[in-house]
């Protein structure tokens, strides 16, 4: 899954990770845009987008990046 963070970095998930991603996501639902987030990884995962990658805003980019990172800790 390809995303574009709002300062314009290209983020990619690999399919390997998507389900940790949505868990850590579903973590953070009580800030504001996680369970958006959720509901936009799910979907591309279900029906991805015509290869153009999902733009995010700067709170949503910003909740990604914790979520992702999130993987590693």
């Known amino acids: 899954m390809r995303l574009?963070?709002?300062?314009?970095?290209?983020l990619t998930i690999a399919a390997r990770d998507v389900s940790r991603v949505c868990q850590n996501l579903w973590r953070l639902?009580?800030?504001?845009?996680?369970?958006?987030l959720y509901g936009v990884v799910t979907a591309e995962t279900r029906s991805p987008?015509?290869?153009?990658?999902?733009e995010l805003t700067a709170p949503q980019s910003v909740m990604?990046?914790?979520?992702?990172?999130?993987?590693?800790?």
């Open 4 to 10: 574009t963070l709002h300062d314009g970095e290209a």
């Open 29 to 36: 639902a009580p800030r504001q845009d996680a369970v958006f």
């Open 49 to 54: 987008s015509t290869g153009v990658p999902l």
């Open 64 to 73: 990604m990046r914790e979520a992702v990172a999130m993987l590693n800790a």
